[in-house]
């Protein structure tokens, strides 16, 4: 069952000559964790924007074609309905905050307050979403007094905390350390095991590889490789469209060339992937 169906989807901002999306045709199924890549002004985030409504409620420009996300089409339902089906994390947390809530704890579940959730349930919901993304001792902390790391999580918490079918992020972990980063890449990988649908802008190849289950290239508005990491993140069109490969991709790339890759072995995208394929070359020697 698709979650997410796009189809012949453009959107050209008011600005701009040229279109930010270009005749996207894609369905994306309930639990499905997919990553968005792509290099400086490919679409990632207007597809973000795109998938909560915000494109074109928000902004100014043309569209054509359609997006619907658990049935309800983006650009005909109101915001505060298409809120029940899709959270949005942006890059800059700054710009999710309420600025009027005066603790963690209060900030969290200050969207749940605007949607008349009962208090009983806010209690739980926030403490289990702070829980989650590591919140619990900043509960009575204020919001202002935090790092912006600690803020990414924040508004994380408050996304989780609305239990939508649908979380989008356009590149959260911007702002977080290597281990942060990673603490909210397992977060993202329970909630896609509990049946959430994760779609995610993002610039980490390495993780993208382990905890994705299909990546979505763009250039210029269109998608250009759709697949599972293993494929997509160590094609040859990665670089025509600027973006690098995993450093793994880069090893096998490497043993590859000095004879100690199998030649109709695909390239590796993560360290295991590096170890069984160097294994499987020297016969399980590990004379490598």
């Given at each position: 069952m698709s979650l997410i169906e796009i189809k012949k989807f453009s959107y050209?901002?008011?600005?701009?000559?040229?279109p930010a999306l270009s005749g996207l045709d894609l369905r994306i199924g309930a639990g499905e964790f997919v990553a968005l890549i792509g290099a400086?002004?490919?679409?990632?985030?207007?597809?973000?924007?795109?998938?909560?409504?915000?494109?074109p409620r928000l902004y100014h420009g043309q569209t054509d074609g359609?997006?619907?996300?658990?049935?309800?089409?983006?650009?005909?339902?109101?915001?505060?309905?298409?809120?029940?089906?899709v959270s949005?994390?942006?890059?800059?947390?700054?710009?999710?905050?309420?600025?009027?809530?005066?603790?963690?704890?209060?900030?969290?579940?200050?969207s749940l307050e605007n949607r008349g959730v009962e208090r009983c349930e806010i209690i739980g919901r926030v403490e289990k979403a702070m829980a989650l993304t590591g919140l619990s001792d900043l509960a009575e902390r204020s919001p202002h007094h935090l790092s912006g790391g600690q803020l990414q999580k924040v508004v994380l918490a408050s996304a989780l905390a609305c239990e939508t079918p649908l979380l989008v992020l356009d590149e959260p972990t911007t702002f977080?350390?290597?281990?942060?980063?990673?603490?909210?890449f397992e977060i993202l990988d329970g909630l896609r095991s509990?049946?959430?649908?994760?779609?995610?802008?993002e610039q980490r190849m390495e993780s993208i590889a382990l905890y994705a289950d299909r990546v979505l290239a763009l250039h210029k508005g269109k998608v250009v490789l759709d697949g599972p990491p293993a494929e997509v993140l160590v094609s040859p069109v990665m670089k025509e469209i600027g973006l690098d490969w995993t450093r793994f991709s880069k090893v096998a790339a490497l043993a590859r060339e000095y004879g100690r890759w199998a030649e109709n072995r695909k390239l590796a995208a993560t360290f295991g992937?590096?170890?069984?394929?160097?294994?499987?070359?020297?016969g399980g020697r590990h004379d490598y």
């Open positions: 050209t901002y008011a600005a701009s000559a040229l400086d002004n490919s679409g990632r985030s207007t597809l973000c924007n795109a998938l909560c409504g915000a494109v359609s997006i619907r996300v658990c049935g309800k089409d983006t650009a005909e339902t109101p915001l505060a309905e298409l809120a029940e089906s949005l994390v942006m890059q800059n947390p700054e710009r999710q905050l309420s600025g009027i809530r005066f603790t963690v704890a209060e900030e969290v579940g200050f977080l350390d290597p281990l942060a980063a990673k603490q909210v509990s049946g959430t649908t994760i779609v995610l802008a992937e590096v170890v069984e394929g160097l294994d499987a070359s020297a």
